[in-house]
C-alpha cells in the first residue's frame, strides 16, 4: 500500500564514517519525517519537513541533517557515525491536514560498531 | 505533560480468540488518535484514525473504540490470526500545530500462538 521506500534496509558502518540514508515517496506528499526507534520503545520524531526547501528538527536532540531539494527525497546524514548512533530509522510521510494518514518506509537499521 | 500509556506490554493469545489492548492519554487540545501495527523490523502500518466526534472505527478483524471524556481508547481484535502478531502502537495527534504534533505510546507486543 505505502509507496514509501527506503535504502539501505540494513547498514553495519565504522566509527568515524559519514553515511546517508535514503527515503523517496512516489505520493506527492508535501510533509516527510524521520523517526529514531530503539527496541520497545517509543517512536521520537528527529527532523521533519512541510516541502521544498523546509526542515525543522524535532523532540529529539540529533547529530544529523536533512535536506528537501525535490518533494519526493528526503535523506539523512550522519557525518560522523557513533556507536551511540545504532538504532532503527523510520522514514514517514503524509498530505497536509492534520487528519491525514501517515505512511512510513520499511526503516534501516544502523549499527554503528 | 503530554503522554500516551499502553497496556498490556506485551500479550500472549492463541490463535482464533479475541483480545483487547488499552491507551490512556494526557494529550491536550486533542485532534485525533491513531492505532498502528508494526511488524518486527517493519515501519508501522495505520489501522484507524478517529477524530474527538468519531467513537468507533473497523477495519475488517480490528475495531478502535475512543472515549475522548475520559481519554481512552482500545483495539479490539476478533478471531486473531497468526499473522495479527505484531506490535500494536497507540498515537495521538494534538491541535497545537499545523503539524499536528504525534505523541506516540510504547505499543503492546502482542503474540498469537497456533
Known amino acids: 500500500e505505502a509507496d514509501i521506500y527506503q535504502t539501505p534496509r540494513y547498514l553495519v558502518i565504522g566509527t568515524g564514517k559519514k553515511i546517508t540514508l535514503e527515503c523517496s515517496q512516489t505520493m506527492g506528499h508535501d510533509k516527510m519525517y524521520w523517526y529514531q526507534q530503539d527496541p520497545g520503545m517509543e517512536l521520537h520524531l528527529i527532523h521533519y519537513s512541510y516541502g521544498v526547501n523546509s526542515t525543522e528538527k524535532g523532540d529529539l536532540s540529533s547529530e544529523s541533517t536533512v535536506s528537501r531539494i525535490r518533494t519526493e527525497h528526503f535523506p539523512l546524514t550522519l557525518e560522523s557515525a557513533r556507536p551511540s548512533h545504532t538504532s532503527q530509522y523510520l522514514c514517514?510521510?503524509?498530505?497536509?491536514?492534520?487528519?491525514?494518514?501517515?505512511?512510513f518506509g520499511s526503516g534501516t537499521q544502523l549499527s554503528v560498531l | 505533560k503530554n503522554q500516551v500509556e499502553q497496556s498490556p506490554q506485551s500479550l500472549i493469545i492463541l490463535e482464533g480468540k479475541n483480545c483487547t489492548l488499552q491507551?490512556?492519554?494526557?494529550?491536550?487540545?486533542?485532534?485525533?488518535l491513531r492505532w498502528y501495527k508494526q511488524d518486527t523490523g517493519r515501519g508501522p502500518v495505520s489501522l484507524t484514525i478517529?477524530?474527538?466526534?468519531?467513537n468507533t472505527k473497523s477495519n475488517g478483524r480490528y475495531t478502535a473504540t475512543l472515549d475522548a471524556d475520559t481519554k481512552q481508547s482500545s483495539l479490539h481484535i476478533t478471531a486473531s490470526q497468526l499473522s495479527d502478531s505484531a506490535s500494536y502502537i497507540c498515537v495521538v495527534s494534538d491541535r497545537g500545530s499545523t503539524l499536528g504534533r504525534l505523541y506516540f505510546g510504547r505499543g503492546t507486543q502482542l503474540t498469537v500462538w497456533p
Open positions: 514517514a510521510s503524509s498530505h497536509r491536514g492534520p487528519n491525514e494518514k501517515l505512511f
Open positions: 491507551c490512556n492519554y494526557t494529550v491536550s487540545p486533542f485532534s485525533n
Open positions: 478517529m477524530t474527538f466526534s468519531e
